[in-house]
């Protein structure tokens, strides 16, 4: 079967959303995600976005996140998000996002990195929140369509142009002819066997990209987050313990009970610190999250998500030291876009984690992601949105048309033999406490 759309967005968490919410009501847009709706890394966001509280902490944001980034960033890419920040926390407030307020105003917490209270949040399931605002949105617009289990088996190139993709759904395979594509597939996390991710995300986009020759930029660069559960007998995902606990007051302490890291650095060196304490007690694979200064009242009221799933664990926050240790979080790297989202393939854009804007450096600063999304989603929409058919739509159909669906078992062979391709890839960039964290 052959379809038709103007846009084709892969991915549904908040790149893939807020792209379709804000492209023009005339164009038609197939949204779909390769298994359910909320089966993102978004969802699971539980800090907050980051955002320019007042204009005079431009330079300040900007700072922390080069410094965070270990000034690897691409300042351009920063100044967007952080001029762009506000106008975004606007259109979500307006699509009905209830980030938490003290009576009229924004509550801002802090995170690693963050000289300042910047961060507006929903208590402690950001992503949640938004996420579930930006489906009511996109579900009411006529002409988007979302389909849940179904997969893009590949992109249709001709030339160094995407002009659609070949997508798999209850066993039948539909070709989509597209003015515009979009990769908003997500990181790598299910790739690793500690990660805060969900385990389908596994670097799909990446996969594909390769495949295709697109460019890629600073695929090393992985994240670390500091503070997930320890859970021996779990594999693949753990508990994500925010750092906005840390924000509001957490300490880390080690085997000993001792203070050794100053909770508010950035990831990367808490990380490091961690690990380095650990390596010291073989026998403890894990250092503690101290939250026992706050009351059962204040932790229940500001991370009541956390507290239950601690407690569902046998923790008590307000009595009991978490066991952590740092898992895979995040892929700062990705395929190469400019300040529009568009990759090196016309008429192909990559947003969100899957993308490498140069926004993070070699290490995101905290609550910057979900923002980054916000940004570039919305560049990428006001692309497309200009976007005119140079007279080839016809050539187009042509094309897609005569595309041999016989071939498509190669593509899904090809498909494995690529994500190999891009996992061996990857390993052989990074460094060794990196690769012990894989699971094949
Ligand atoms: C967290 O809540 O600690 C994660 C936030 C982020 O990844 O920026």
């Known amino acids: 079967m052959n379809k038709k759309y103007d846009v084709l967005i892969i ?33 699971l966001a539980q800090g907050g976005i980051s955002t320019l509280r007042d204009i005079g902490d431009k330079e300040a944001f900007i700072e922390d996140t080069l410094k965070a980034g270990n000034y690897k960033n691409k300042l351009e890419a920063v100044t967007q998000i952080v001029e762009n920040s506000t106008d975004n926390i606007n259109r979500l407030l307006s699509l009905g996002v209830d980030f938490d307020k003290d009576i009229d105003e924004l509550n801002y917490t802090r995170e690693g990195g963050h000289s300042k209270f910047r961060i507006v949040h929903s208590k402690d399931e950001t992503g949640k929140e938004v996420i579930e605002k930006l489906i009511n949105y996109v579900s009411s617009k006529e002409n988007i369509t979302i389909l849940e289990d179904t997969t893009l088996l590949d992109i249709i190139q001709y030339k160094n142009r995407c002009i659609g993709g070949i ?52 695929i090393s660069y992985l994240q670390l987050h500091p503070t ?27 085997a000993l009970g001792e203070k050794f890291v100053n909770p508010l650095l950035p990831r990367d060196i808490v990380s490091r610190e961690i690990l380095k304490e650990i390596c010291k007690t073989p026998q403890t694979p894990y250092v503690f999250l101290d939250m026992t200064n706050k009351s059962k009242e204040f932790l229940i009221n500001r991370f009541p998500y956390i507290y239950e799933q601690c407690l569902k664990r046998g923790y008590r926050m307000e009595k009991d030291l978490l066991p952590i240790a740092p898992a895979h979080h995040y892929c700062m790297g990705g395929i190469q876009v400019d300040l529009n989202s568009k990759t090196s393939m016309k008429d192909l854009y990559a947003i969100g984690e899957v993308s490498c804007t140069g926004v993070h450096g070699n290490n995101r600063l905290a609550s910057n992601s979900l923002l980054e999304g916000l940004v570039f989603s919305r560049k990428a929409a ?9 007279g080839d739509d016809k050539l187009r159909g042509e094309l897609v048309e005569r595309i ?20 061996s890839y990857l390993k052989g960039k990074v460094n060794g406490e990196y690769v012990k964290l894989f699971n094949c």
């Not at 009501?25 to 993102?40: A, H």
């Not at 990769?183 to 495949?211: C, P």
């Not at 320890?230 to 880390?252: A, C, P, T």
């Not at 006001?382 to 058919?389: A, S, Y």
Request: with cysteine; net charge neutral.
């Open 404 to 423: 041999n669906l016989k071939a498509i078992s190669d593509v899904k062979n090809a498909n494995e033999e690529y994500k190999y391709k891009f996992i």
């Open 382 to 390: 006001q692309h497309i949105n200009l976007l005119v058919d140079e």
């Open 228 to 254: 997930a559960l320890y859970e021996e007998e779990v594999r693949g995902r753990k508990l994500l313990l925010s750092e906005s606990l840390r924000g509001e007051g957490g300490v880390i302490r080690n």
């Open 11 to 43: 991915g549904t968490g908040i790149a893939g959303l807020y792209t379709a919410c804000n492209l023009k009501d005339n164009l038609r847009v197939l949204i779909i995600t390769k298994n359910k709706l909320r089966d993102c890394n978004s969802y």
């Open 167 to 218: 997508i798999e759904r209850s066993s039948e395979i539909i070709t989509i002819n597209a003015k515009a594509t979009v990769l908003a597939t997500g990181g790598i996390g299910g790739i690793f066997n500690s990660t805060t991710n969900i385990e389908t995300i596994t670097g799909d986009g990446l996969s594909i990209a390769l495949k295709h020759n697109i460019l890629m930029k600073d």
